[in-house]
C-alpha cells in the first residue's frame, strides 16, 4: 500500500464504452446518480471536479505529426477525468469503486499525480 504523510490528488481517468444492452433512459439515470455521487464527495473534500471530455481530438507526434483522434482506432474512450483526494492510492481506488457508472461498462484509472517535474534523473526508461 502507498501511504503519503497528508492527503494527495491522484487523476481518475474515466474509460470504456457505455453498455450496449442498455437503454437511453438507463444512461440518462446513471449519470444523474454519478453528478450526486460527485457532489457529495466533492463536499466530503474526497474528490475534484474534473471535466468531461468531447469525442473529437487529435494527436501529435514525432515531427509534428498530426493526426485527427485521439483514439482514432481503439475501442476504449477516454470520456472524461476527476481527481480523487486521498492518503493513498489504495484509499484512492477504494473511492472510485463508488462510481455508478461502473455498472454500465466504464472504468476507472486512477493515477498518483506526481508534485516533481520531469528530469532525466526521475522519468522511467
Given at each position: 500500500m502507498t501511504t503519503t504523510s497528508s492527503p494527495s490528488e491522484y487523476l481518475v481517468i474515466c474509460r470504456g464504452q457505455w453498455d450496449k444492452t442498455a437503454?437511453?433512459?438507463q444512461i440518462a439515470k446513471v449519470i444523474d446518480q454519478f453528478y450526486v455521487w460527485l457532489d457529495r464527495l466533492v463536499d466530503e473534500g474526497?474528490?475534484?471536479h474534473g471535466q468531461r471530455l468531447t469525442y473529437e481530438g487529435k494527436t501529435v507526434?514525432?515531427?509534428n505529426v498530426i493526426t485527427d483522434g485521439p483514439f482514432g482506432e481503439s475501442k476504449e474512450v477516454i470520456g472524461g477525468f476527476w481527481?480523487?483526494?486521498a492518503n493513498s492510492l489504495d484509499e484512492a481506488a477504494e473511492i472510485?469503486?463508488?462510481n455508478?457508472?461502473?455498472d454500465y461498462g466504464l472504468f476507472l484509472e486512477i493515477r498518483p499525480i506526481d508534485p516533481d517535474i520531469a528530469t532525466a534523473e526521475n522519468t522511467k526508461w
Open positions: 437503454s437511453r433512459e474526497k474528490m475534484k507526434s514525432r515531427k481527481f480523487a483526494v472510485a469503486t463508488g455508478p457508472c461502473l
